[in-house]
T-cell receptor
């Protein structure tokens, strides 16, 4: 069965520091990988997806099939990046249902 | 269209009562998903519809849970004989049905079972 693991429940960094939110997955096929973000008092929203290979709000994520990882990175954290971040995977033969990790709370201190 | 909407936003009920939640997807989206999120966890998939057809329901947590999407537009999620363990945030999402289309989430319905 597919599984997504985010080993850190909380990550606290200072403004301007680099950020890396870890995500590992287990799935034998070729899943789609996503990062969703939830800012305070807002709904869950897509941040980025691996097939787009784009940078959103300065964040990037590279799919490493060998290590089955999809870590989220940003070189210089901003206070407005403080939020809950969820890594998720889906695969097309299951209606693209999302399997989420437990989430990491990112706190960016001034 | 302002996105996926859910009603009610909050529901407090007593153990043993039935509750029903509604989700209105983005109008052109033919896929609709239900997830449950408990405190400190990521969302957990429950079921999904493509148009009016419920294509996956094996993840519904028990036979007390059921969902409908009668006309392929809005959907309802019903929990019968609620238990305290049903207390959670219930999320709805919608998407187009081609490939791994982005799922857009609603604000959720927070259920508290006393």
């Amino acid at each position: 069965a597919q599984r997504v693991t985010q080993p850190e429940k909380l990550l606290s960094v200072f403004k301007g520091a680099p950020v890396e939110l870890k995500c590992n997955y287990s799935y034998s096929g070729s899943p789609e990988l996503f990062w969703y973000v939830q800012y305070s008092r807002q709904r869950l929203q897509l941040l980025l997806r691996h097939i787009s290979r784009e940078s959103i709000k300065g964040f990037t994520a590279d799919l490493n099939k060998g290590e089955t990882s999809f870590h989220l990175k940003k070189p210089f954290a901003q206070e407005e990046d403080s939020a809950m971040y969820y890594c998720a995977l889906s695969y097309s033969n299951a209606g693209n249902m999302l399997t989420f990790g437990g989430g990491t709370r990112l706190m960016v201190k001034p | 269209d302002t996105g996926v909407s859910q009603d009610p936003r909050h529901k407090i009920t007593k153990r043993g009562q039935n509750v029903t939640f509604r989700c209105d997807p983005i109008s052109e989206h033919n896929r609709l998903y239900w997830y449950r999120q408990t405190l400190g966890q990521g969302p957990e998939f429950l079921t999904y519809f493509q148009n009016e057809a419920q294509l996956e329901k094996s993840r519904l947590l028990s036979d007390r849970f059921s969902a409908e999407r009668p006309k392929g537009s809005f959907s309802t999620l019903e929990i019968q004989r609620t238990e305290q363990g049903d207390s959670a945030m219930y999320l709805c999402a919608s998407s187009l049905a081609w490939g791994a289309e982005t799922q857009y989430f609603g604000p959720g319905t927070r259920l508290l079972v006393l």
